[in-house]
């Protein structure tokens, strides 16, 4: 388990500022997550990469020369807010467009998707590479649809180099697909991992026996099997990983691939080193031509027991840019040419808390929109439990943690912004930002998305009328869409979320006040999140258990539509 904390709340906080404490000579503290504290090259792709916390060497540790320009820190297990990944990639810009990277999972793609809209807009070139690596996340008929697991450093890795190397933004995404593409992993586990200042672990598994295929967020395996012995376990990983090899490769005999061997937190160097010993004699035995294997903890799962392999298929560019010299706190090959430190006071970082002018008529709306928000996090706490039982049937069970850490942020910044003289616009904006930096994960995006949606919607110069709020609510249902490719039928919050909306603009069209027309919609949505217990997940984190959750509502649909009820009453 987690033993050394102070507030659990702190953990992330307290952690990043002691690893940059550590690390100063490599890295620099921006909001959001850090930074190279080395000057890089004019006019050069900058590689920002990130996630969840709790993964450590990855995000942060893989920042520095040759590495990635910068990383977005998130929540335990939970993706940083878009917020975030856009001021750490303003900071890291060095003027040739920003690269995003990260592992496929439902909120990283809602919050990096919305953060590189923004830097569009503002006019700086940004692409996104999401990692695909973990087969055991899909089949290969759906390889979009996998996750980031381990391969996340040989993706990362390339990407980097190839802007070192100084490629236009377009030659370093295809060098970082070309090894996403290329890259293979396959995990176990034996134990789940523990959050700080939890009583038990996310999961466990039975006595003498072992879950296989797995993510790096605390979830279960998609089956079980006796524990193996160590030649055993290579041969399991081995036999799956090479029963799939990468288009362009037609043999393992005279391929040639990197190898990486991942602990996740409580397998330690020697055991994984008796498990890469017959690794090693598999692979060789296939014809294989190892390049360079790494044997370590790559990206963990805070305390989990439990271990992955990587195949990483190169060709000559590939295997060049994988060797290419990297410095970073965590993973460091090679020799760099030592570089000037960065100048913190020439960076561009935007102030997250600047309060635009508003209308009076808007300020006193904001009063109406904090009320709604204190009204949502009075459900959530009342059902917090509930609502961690219900995704804990298919998922890892955070839902109401993560809505609750939301909620309560989202509060206290509106609270204080609305002190400040913020418009209802800004208010709903700001609270948005809140909820998603600090619930992060799928549940967090949306939220933030959601509010954001809403509060471009009201804006702060008029009082909100229903069409308004009413276009907010079909513009965040858009947006959701858009950026977490979820639709009606996929076991979402969207079952609800679309329904709602419909109703809502109906009602509202025919001429329904606000309050009546948002009834209505809230009798809609009851009925949609009770009809999601028939469905099976079709996208996000419980797909790969999704039998599991059938006869189970999902948890983002109840606590949306308990939410819609509650703010009726507000209206």
Not at 11 to 40: C, L, M, W, Y
Not at 114 to 135: F, T
Not at 356 to 375: G, I, M, N, Q, Y
Not at 456 to 462: C, F, L, N, T, Y
């Amino acid at each position: 388990m987690t033993r050394l904390f102070n507030d659990p709340i702190a953990f992330v906080d307290e952690a990043t500022e002691g690893f940059v404490a550590a690390h100063a000579n490599r890295v620099h503290q921006v909001p959001g997550g850090v930074i190279r504290s080395t000057k890089s090259e004019p006019n050069t792709v900058a590689v920002v990469i990130g996630g969840g916390s709790g993964h450590y060497p990855a995000f942060a540790g893989l920042v520095g020369q040759g590495l990635a320009h910068g990383a977005a820190m998130g929540n335990l297990f939970a993706s940083p807010s878009a917020q975030q990944i856009y001021t750490v990639a303003r900071a890291a810009n060095n003027g040739a467009g920003v690269l995003l990277s990260y592992g496929n999972y439902a909120g990283d793609v809602l919050h990096f998707g919305q953060a590189r809209d923004r830097l569009i807009s503002e006019g700086i070139p940004c692409e996104m590479v999401k990692v695909i690596d973990d087969v055991s996340s899909a089949s290969l008929e759906e390889i979009q649809k996998r996750r980031g697991i381990a391969g996340d450093l040989t993706v990362f890795k390339i990407a980097a180099a190839a802007a070192e190397a100084g490629y236009s933004l377009e030659e370093v995404v295809r060098a970082a697909e070309s090894a996403n593409l290329r890259t293979r992993s396959f995990g176990v586990a034996f134990d789940g991992c523990t959050l700080p200042g939890a009583e038990d672990a996310l999961f466990h598994v039975p006595e003498g026996r072992m879950a296989v295929g797995l993510g790096i967020h605390g979830e279960p395996g998609i089956s079980e099997q006796d524990i193996p012995t160590a030649n055993e376990l290579a041969e399991l990983l081995v036999k799956r990983l090479l029963e799939e090899l990468p288009e362009g490769v037609s043999s393992a005999r005279g391929a040639r691939a990197s190898v990486l061997l991942n602990g996740l937190g409580t397998v330690k160097y020697e055991e994984l080193f008796v498990v890469y010993r017959r690794v090693n004699q598999l692979l060789k035995e296939a014809g294989l031509e190892i390049v360079e294997p790494e044997v370590g903890e790559l990206v963990t799962s805070l305390d989990m027991a439990g271990a992955s392999l990587t195949l990483f298929w190169l060709d000559d560019e590939l295997e060049k840019f994988w060797a290419a010299p990297c410095d970073t706190p965590a993973y460091s090959k090679g020799s760099v040419v030592a570089v000037e430190q960065l100048d913190a006071a020439e960076l561009d970082i935007p102030d997250p808390d600047a309060i635009p002018d508003a209308s009076d008529e808007s300020r006193d709306a904001a009063a109406k929109v904090l009320a709604a928000l204190e009204t949502t996090y009075k459900v959530i706490e009342e059902n917090e439990e509930e609502f961690g039982r219900i995704d804990a049937v298919a998922g890892d069970g955070d839902h109401g943690i993560g809505m609750a850490r939301g909620g309560k942020a989202a509060v206290e910044k509106a609270r204080e912004v609305k002190e400040r003289g913020a418009g209802a616009g800004t208010t709903l904006r700001m609270a948005g930002d809140a909820w998603a930096d600090r619930a992060g994960g799928t549940s967090g995006a949306i939220w933030g998305a959601a509010l954001h949606s809403l509060a471009m919607a009201i804006g702060d110069e008029k009082k909100p009328d229903a069409a308004r709020i009413a276009q907010g609510v079909r513009d965040a249902r858009d947006n959701i869409m858009h950026f977490g490719k979820a639709k009606v039928g996929d076991k979402t919050l969207v079952d609800v979320l679309v329904p709602f909306s419909e109703v809502l603009s109906e009602r509202v069209e025919a001429g329904d006040d606000l309050a009546t027309a948002w009834q209505a919609g809230a009798d809609r949505a009851e009925q949609a999140a009770k009809d999601t217990a028939d469905l099976v997940p079709k996208i996000g984190r419980a797909r790969p258990l999704a039998e599991k959750s059938k006869g189970t509502p999902d948890a983002g649909a109840v606590s949306l539509s308990m939410i819609i009820r509650a703010v009726a009453d507000v209206l």
